[in-house]
């Protein structure tokens, strides 16, 4: 479960350095690893809904664990955590990208556990993002990644763990700069999907018409999982400046 919420599943193989890493820290087959994190994206509803298939020989096993984690959320993850923390001595050679996921430079303890436990959700939450959205900026059409920020509509630190944190629906795909405008409440979307900003935003500086050029503007849809309307409310009650 860890690999498959850290990975991108076009690096899952047992070519995989991180995948033949963890089979060595279990004692199993480097291929034996990767056919059960593609079984669980088989049982990804997420997946599922953009037609992504995957593998059809799930075992009940697989199935299961995917419908704790789909009920449990960031209870199961941080299980996930601590299990892939205690069985590791990381000697084995790691990819750069699952080192910084799991922190390798934090000190060991509860603390680096909560830390890669969230790392690994928010990670999860943009890959899962990032194909909704063809990897755009739903409204500037931005597409160089490292500029593209997971954007929370509902923030993450008062959404619910189980069942709106890693919402597909509690999202936006936006640039750096519309990323911390909407954060900040001084733009938002309404539940007709169009750009809104707020009185407090000048038009003095030619940064204020970073964010005015685009009032009233629609965004681009995702390919499934449009914005809930009951999170655009709760940003525009709650976090949006008027």
Known sequence: MFLYLALP?????????????????????????????????SSDERRRARGKVGMTQASKMDKMVWAEYSSAGDELVEEATDVFLNCFDFEEPLSDELKETIGIDLPEGKEREAIVSMRMNQEFFRNTLLANYNSRCCLTGLSNKTLLVATHIKPWKVSGPKTERLAPDNDLLLNALHDKAFDRGLIT????LKIMVSSVVEHETPEDEYLWRYNGEPIALPKRFAPRAEFIEYHNDMVFKG
């Not at 979307?189 to 007709?192: A, C, H, L, S, V």
């Open 189 to 192: 979307i309404t539940k007709d």
């Open 9 to 41: 599943l076009k690096k899952v193989d047992d070519t995989s350095e991180d995948v033949q890493a963890l089979a060595k820290a279990i004692g199993g087959t480097p291929g034996a690893v990767a056919l059960i994190i593609w079984n669980l994206a």
